[in-house]
């Protein structure tokens, strides 16, 4: 595809400028985190401000495990990360395919519910969620933070997502499979969930990023410090820690690692997702 | 399955009505006492406080974020050399999880050590207190948000100017239109219904904000960031009232129920001028 002719040379240059003050001014939290989390204490505070620290004090990095329970937050982040990634792509790829393909009395009633659903503020369901919960015993366990998910608004996210792959698979291909003898269920395992990969993806990506973020709900159902997950440790650690930034900030860069990583590797398809689904957290 | 959701989902929306009703309180019995907590609300000066910051927030957040996506957006769909760095920098903080981001951003702006200030120094400007003083405290709020997810607006604005047909432009073209005509009579006609998802959608967003708020200010210095849905957890989760806490989350889901009717209303007229594209 041909170049658009129109930039002057001092557009371009324009343009490169801008862009490079915009992204300097996203990226310097960032290099400050990683600067402020090698320096000793005391070089925090010297002016002027300095980028790369005299002496890098690794030792940060694991003073953080010594001062507050960070393994912890971060195996507990990353299990529930995990069952609820897995759950939720198990539950919405057979929901989604249910949507899409099986027809069933009231299907388009029931889903416009589910979407209208998802509109529900999640401040208004939290109160008599937490009420619920309590009143099962779950409150300060990881119970909430792994069922809500799968189950609650993410979740009918999830089957939106599905929904709309399954749907682009032709029916000529299902009943091809029938008269051949196939089983509902081995249609959905054998032929959609491969065709359906792309969306997999971006559910799974989507659902993780999500969950290692999320921070009300932690919150809200957890007590102990041993169960908290990496957001809910580190804000409560502001203040507690507060003053010591340097901490603070090694803390942050390792709770961002696994984000980062997931990013680099699955940058396309996630940018593509949010550009396909235009939905946000 | 579609039981589970309907108990987790439609189940509570109604429990939390029912709630709002109530006198409910941690421990003992709650008591049905009508609409007294809504009208409890209308004369409870905190809550205009913080319905005013909330609107305060939005109002602040939403034009901001979306000239900047758009802006970007329009920098950013060009074919220039390099742009997926700049692409990848915009975007990495809406991966970010955003009490990181808040907590890092807390830093920045702290008042002896934060950069901000030491930067200001530099050039000899004294930096204020941004987040311990009453009338900066929320706009630095707004900022730090504001870059926060301006990369996922982007992100859809160049997904929606990616499809605009070529011709048009090249007819533009030929009629003599130059950058700005092209924009305004083009490629902004043409992505409308975007845009106008983009801002409800962030709108409802910023009316819902919450976390950046608890970690950077706790809502102070004298209630100046107190929002909505932080007032709302601190009656529900710090004092334990329920019911008056239930009222006014349905107070913030009619306010969400309205924008999303508003929208569904004007966007079937948008669908229709999209035709089928």
């Known amino acids: ?281 | 399955m579609v039981l589970g959701f309907t108990l987790l989902l439609l189940f509570p929306m109604g429990l939390a009505l029912y709630m709002s009703l109530t006198d409910w309180p941690l421990l003992g019995d709650h008591h049905f006492i009508g609409l007294n907590n809504y009208r409890e609300i209308m004369v409870d000066q905190m809550f205009w406080r913080v319905l005013g910051n909330t609107v305060y927030f939005t109002a602040g957040l939403v034009p901001l974020n979306i000239v900047l996506a758009l802006l970007l957006a329009l920098l950013l769909s060009k074919s220039l050399r390099g742009i997926g760095v700049f692409r990848t920098a915009i975007f990495v903080p809406v991966m970010t999880s955003l009490v990181v981001w808040a907590i890092v951003w807390k830093l920045m702006y702290a008042t002896e050590s934060g950069l901000i200030n030491q930067l200001l120094l530099m050039i000899g400007i004294k930096g204020p207190a941004w987040l311990y003083n009453q009338d900066l405290a929320m706009p630095a709020v707004i900022v730090t948000s504001v870059l926060k997810n301006v990369g996922l607006n982007m992100v859809l604005f160049i997904a929606a100017i990616q499809q605009v047909p070529r011709s048009l432009y090249e007819a533009a073209k030929l009629d003599g239109a130059g950058k700005q005509k092209t924009f305004f009579h083009v490629t902004l006609p043409m992505i409308t219904p975007t845009v106008f998802l983009t801002v409800v959608m962030t709108v409802i967003g910023s009316l819902k904000v919450f976390g950046q708020i608890y970690v950077m200010t706790q809502g102070g210095p004298s209630n100046s960031t107190k929002v909505l849905v932080y007032y709302i957890w601190e009656k529900a989760f710090k004092l334990f009232q329920f019911g008056y806490a239930s009222a006014l989350a349905y107070v913030l889901f009619f306010i969400v129920m309205i924008l999303t009717l508003l929208q569904w209303q004007l966007r079937k007229r948008w669908v229709f001028n999209e035709g089928d594209a």
């Open chain 1, 1 to 281: 595809m041909p170049k658009p002719s129109v930039h002057t040379a001092g557009g371009a240059v324009g343009t490169y400028l801008l862009l490079t003050l915009i992204s300097l001014i996203m990226i310097v939290p960032f290099i400050w985190m990683i600067s402020t989390s090698f320096k000793e204490p005391q070089s925090i505070f010297t002016y002027p401000p300095q980028w790369i620290p005299e002496t890098f004090r690794f030792q940060n990095y694991i003073d953080v495990f010594r001062l507050i329970p960070f393994h912890r937050f971060y195996l507990n982040s990353a299990y529930i990360a995990v069952l609820v990634v897995l759950g939720t792509v198990f539950f919405a790829s057979l929901a989604g395919y249910a949507f899409a393909k099986i027809p069933f009395k009231g299907r388009n009633v029931v889903f416009l519910v589910l979407l209208s659903a998802m509109m529900i503020p999640h401040e208004v369901t939290a109160i008599p969620m937490f009420l619920f919960m309590r009143q099962l015993g779950w409150i300060d366990t990881h119970l909430p933070l792994i069922l809500l998910p799968i189950f609650g608004a993410g979740g009918v996210f999830g089957i939106f997502v599905m929904r709309q792959f399954f749907i682009t698979v032709p029916t000529e291909l299902e009943e091809a499979a029938m008269i051949d003898g196939c089983s509902r269920f081995r249609i959905y395992a054998r032929i959609m969930l491969p065709i359906a990969k792309p969306g997999m993806a971006t559910l799974t990506i989507f659902t993780f990023v999500t969950i290692w973020n999320e921070f009300f709900d932690p919150l809200i159902f957890i007590n102990s410090r041993e169960l908290m997950t990496l957001p809910l440790g580190l804000s409560l650690f502001t203040d507690e820690v507060g003053t010591a930034w340097q901490y603070l900030m090694s803390a942050t860069v390792m709770a961002t690692m696994p984000l980062l990583i997931v990013f680099f590797i699955a940058q396309r398809r996630f940018i593509e997702g949010v550009a396909m689904t235009g939905l946000k957290e």
